[in-house]
């Protein structure tokens, strides 16, 4: 079974621009989270996609958006990117939305490291 | 208040040695799941162990065990028999109930290195 695809490993932009983010989930999972990992705030969460409905957001500003397609694949976006948004963005994919009960582990993909110049 | 602490930076164990990591968490839900992850130099998160808030016993996977303290809303990772592959940061992590939005929280890890 192929594990969470995210795409591309690595991106450079420059501050202004925008860039968007793919995250292929393991087949049969429905629900797609985003995090952002920095070396000074750690993982925080972005949000979480389930059946193309946004579930969750975490407290980041309107310049991160994403959307999850009918195959559950899934895009973020950020608009005017800013030196800070420099991280790796990784993707997990779940069976079912984060609020369900019982063992629900997420799995990851091995991110897309951004850099911002 | 912080949704999961891990209090140790960095830990060192020689191989073939057990090592507990501690992870404290802060919810007022009464419904919730405890996760650790291994987040390897290559940068992929591997999931270890879930705990859920109502699980009787602790715990197990392997060489993993959560030591699952509910009253201290501690939930420490100990790996026995340490191997060279378990150099790594962990993360604990802890999914909220639908009384408190679902989300998920990670600690800020612990970097782990095996010693020969």
């Known amino acids: 079974k192929a594990g969470v695809t995210q795409t591309p490993r690595y991106l450079i932009k420059t501050r202004g621009q925008q860039v968007t983010l793919s995250c292929s989930p393991i087949s049969g999972h429905r629900s797609v989270s985003w995090y952002q990992q920095t070396p000074g705030q750690g993982l925080q969460f972005l949000f979480e996609y389930f059946s193309e409905t946004q579930r969750n957001k975490g407290n980041f500003p309107g310049r991160f958006s994403g959307r999850q397609f009918s195959n559950s694949r899934s895009e973020m976006n950020v608009s005017t990117l800013e030196l800070g948004d420099s991280a790796l963005y990784l993707c997990?994919?779940?069976?079912?939305?984060?609020?369900?009960?019982?063992?629900?582990?997420?799995?990851f993909g091995d991110g897309t490291r951004l850099s911002i110049l | 208040a912080q949704k999961i602490t891990q209090t140790q930076p960095g830990m060192f164990v020689q191989e073939k040695e057990a090592v507990t990591l501690d992870c404290t968490y802060d919810?007022?839900?009464?419904?919730?799941?405890l996760f650790w992850y291994k987040q390897p130099s290559s940068g992929e998160m591997i999931f270890l162990i879930y705990?859920?808030?109502?699980?009787?016993q602790n715990a197990t996977e392997g060489r993993y065990s959560l030591n699952f303290q509910k009253a201290r809303k501690s939930a420490n990772l100990v790996i026995s028999a340490s191997q060279l592959g378990d150099s790594a940061m962990y993360f604990c992590?802890?999914?909220?109930?639908?009384?408190?939005?679902?989300?998920?929280?990670f600690g800020t890890g612990t970097s782990l290195t095996v010693i020969p």
């Open positions: 992590a802890m999914r909220e109930g639908p009384n408190t939005g679902n989300q998920f929280y």
């Open positions: 997990a994919s779940s069976l079912g939305p984060l609020r369900s009960y019982g063992n629900q582990p997420q799995h």
């Open positions: 919810t007022s839900d009464p419904s919730y799941g």
């Open positions: 705990q859920g808030s109502y699980d009787q």
